[in-house]
Nanobody, 118 residues
Framework: QVQLAESGGGLVQAGGSLRLSCAAS????????MGWFRQAPGKEREFVAG????????YYEDSVKGRFTISRDNAKNTVLLQMNSLKPEDTAVYYC???????????WGQGTQVTVSS
């Protein structure tokens, strides 16, 4: 069982920045495929950023490319999402997710609210 806990959400003005953090349990964190997702009110959850299984490749949803950066610290069992130049349309609950086997993300955090005011 893997537990994920997000933090760092909040209210920020358009153009501002936030850094989300996700702390993961488990002794084999470096082998987890990690990703960030978000869900805005009335919309389906969508992929934001994530690593490939090897960790050599990073993927971003088109609307966040150049503004968001995902990173991980395996020594601290942590994955970060640095969000710059935030826009009101980035407002959503952001979730951290982990995949241990296969293509599906099996474990999810409780989410952290990000609100960007115009």
């Amino acid at each position: 069982q893997v537990q994920l806990a997000e933090s760092g959400g909040g209210l920020v003005q358009a153009g501002g920045s936030l850094r989300l953090s996700c702390a993961a349990s488990g002794r084999t964190f470096s082998s987890y495929r990690m990703g960030w997702f978000r869900q805005a009110p009335g919309k389906e959850r969508e992929f934001v950023a994530g690593f490939s299984w090897s960790g050599d490749n990073i993927y971003y949803e088109d609307s966040v490319k150049g503004r968001f950066t995902i990173s991980r610290d395996n020594a601290k069992n942590t994955v970060l999402l640095q969000m710059n130049s935030l826009k009101p349309e980035d407002t959503a609950v952001y979730y951290c997710a982990a995949a241990l086997t296969g293509n599906a993300y099996e474990y999810w955090g409780q989410g952290t609210q990000v609100t960007v005011s115009s």
